[in-house]
């Protein structure tokens, strides 16, 4: 992840696939390797049939209408066909889709949208992943509430599904998910220069 997708290269990604399942190279197990895609429908496809891999689906909405705005890729591919495709690509017996569905505050998070992921998601083999939007500055998308987390999870985990809320790890120094950014304060003294400053001592000396 934070490569890019990786299925706009398909044939080095499935090289590079093979390389880690390899005992001459890294000896993975493919049941420990997972894909993460933005939900290219042709080369989902294409993938399934050419080599085993786990796949995480970036979903986050539950109408075309919202993933339009979220995911610009749903234009092209929309719900419909996604979904198509994750029940064509074959899967071992115990495998399992992962949808990673990021929670927003008044946007995807009610439970109409829980009720519509059901409903997308029958006759998938699915595992959900709940992420609580992590909130930034430079986004207008606010974090939902604990409880509504909960009882959109909850929700799912009623109705059978397989429903886990990921905890948010760095938010306090603005490295959590979707959140990597520098910081710095606007304000500093000398003191604080000089301690990050790697030759303080050619200061002045016209070096």
């Not at 609580?132 to 509504?148: W, Y």
């Given at each position: 992840m934070g490569m890019g997708e990786p299925l706009h290269n398909l044939d080095n990604v499935v090289k590079a696939l093979k390389i880690f399942y390899l005992s001459e190279g890294l000896a993975f197990s493919p049941r420990k390797v997972t894909l993460s895609t933005a939900g290219l429908v042709p080369e989902m496809l294409e993938l399934g049939q050419r080599i085993r891999v786990n796949l995480a689906v970036s979903l986050n909405a539950t109408t075309d209408e919202v993933r339009n705005q979220l995911m610009p890729i749903n234009r092209r591919y929309p719900l419909e066909q996604l979904m198509d495709a994750c029940r064509k690509i074959p899967l071992e017996p115990r495998q399992r889709i992962t949808f990673e569905y990021i929670l927003i505050r008044g946007v995807n998070d009610s439970d109409q949208d829980a009720r519509r992921l059901v409903k997308l998601?029958?006759?998938?083999?699915?595992?959900?992943?709940?992420?609580?939007?992590?909130?930034?500055?430079?986004?207008?998308?606010?974090?939902?509430?604990?409880?509504?987390?909960?009882?959109?999870?909850?929700?799912?985990?009623?109705?059978?599904?397989?429903?886990?809320?990921?905890?948010?790890?760095?938010?306090?120094?603005?490295?959590?998910c979707g959140q990597l950014k520098g910081k710095r304060s606007p304000v500093h003294n000398a003191a604080e220069d000089a301690a990050y400053d790697p030759h303080p001592q050619e200061k002045g000396n016209g070096k």
């Open positions: 998601l029958h006759g998938v083999k699915a595992k959900v992943n709940l992420i609580p939007f992590n909130e930034h500055s430079s986004s207008p998308f606010k974090a939902p509430t604990g409880d509504r987390v909960t009882r959109f999870q909850g929700y799912l985990l009623d109705r059978g599904m397989v429903a886990i809320r990921r905890a948010s790890k760095g938010q306090d120094i603005s490295a959590a």
